[in-house]
């Protein structure tokens, strides 16, 4: 249960932060935005880090180097979220968004990448897919 819920903070929080995001880099800049944003959450990290953080950052140097690259896709996916929501509508925007993230995953699962395990990508799974696509297409259609 605690996944789910889970999943639904962070689904909703992404939704609001992409529109806030967008906003905010409509008025001071995307980049500009993209600095303020990531800068805020530096600095609550390592905050929260200190407080309840029960890692050992000292092991950082152990990690594969490919994995740490997780911080530049940060910044690639603030300013590709603002850009999405700055061209389209938020719903629009997301909902590719969301499609794109299942696909990915799956792919993911499918193959095994990054040390995951290995996930069949049946049929069903297809057809899932194909729903949500045909639900963007529905949700953009013009009557």
């Known amino acids: ?28 800049g ?3 935005s993209n600095a303020f944003v990531q800068g805020t959450a530096f600095i609550l ?19 594969e180097k490919g994995y740490l690259l997780g911080g530049v896709l940060g910044l690639v996916i603030t300013v ?7 061209n389209l509508s938020p719903t629009y925007a997301i909902s590719i968004i969301l499609i794109s993230q299942l696909i ?15 996930i069949p990508f049946t049929w069903t799974k297809y057809v899932g897919v194909g729903l949500m696509i045909a639900g963007v297409l529905c949700f953009k259609w013009k009557s």
């Open 1 to 28: 249960m605690t996944g789910i819920l889970m999943s639904v903070v962070a689904g909703a929080a992404m939704s609001f932060q992409g529109v806030m995001n967008t906003r905010l880099g409509d008025k001071i």
């Open 30 to 32: 995307l980049y500009e």
């Open 45 to 63: 990290a390592l905050i929260a880090m200190l407080i309840v953080g029960k890692g050992d950052l000292m092991q950082i140097a152990s990690v």
């Open 80 to 86: 590709t979220v603002m850009l999405a929501i700055g």
């Open 104 to 118: 990915v995953a799956a792919l993911i699962d499918a193959f095994g990448w990054l040390g995951s395990e290995k």
